[in-house]
Nanobody, 121 residues
Framework: QVQLVESGGGSVQAGGSLRLSCVAS????????MGWFRQVPGKEREGVAL???????YTSDSAKGRFTISKDNAKLILYLQMNSLKPEDTAMYYC???????????????WGQGTQVTVSS
């Protein structure tokens, strides 16, 4: 059974940084596409950053230049380094994984429970 567990969320002032982690278990993570999504109440879940099984990275326009996705294949941990945070980055952040490739669309098979990020002005 694939499991994804996120951590690293919290409260930070605008301009600050956070690093999210997602520990994966139950599968060979190196062969999966993985990514970070976020959602605020009343809005659709949106893709933030993805890394495919070959290591190529994709970042949303809103996160480009500020957020960096990376993965430790040996430890099966996915990271999201978030710098220059803005109040509009406030959301629940989810880790996702799957064999299919859906780009930034939230159609991946496996999801974590989420970690809350709150950015105050």
């Amino acid at each position: 059974q694939v499991q994804l567990v996120e951590s690293g969320g919290g409260s930070v002032q605008a301009g600050g940084s956070l690093r999210l982690s997602c520990v994966a278990s139950g599968y060979d993570g190196s062969s999966y596409n993985m990514g970070w999504f976020r959602q605020v109440p009343g809005k659709e879940r949106e893709g933030v950053a993805l890394i495919d099984s070959g290591g190529s990275r994709y970042t949303s326009d809103s996160a480009k230049g500020r957020f960096t996705i990376s993965k430790d294949n040996a430890k099966l941990i996915l990271y999201l380094q978030m710098n220059s945070l803005k109040p509009e980055d406030t959301a629940m952040y989810y880790c996702a994984a799957g064999r299919g490739w859906y780009g930034l669309r939230p159609e991946y098979r496996y999801w974590g429970q989420g970690t809350q990020v709150t950015v105050s002005s």
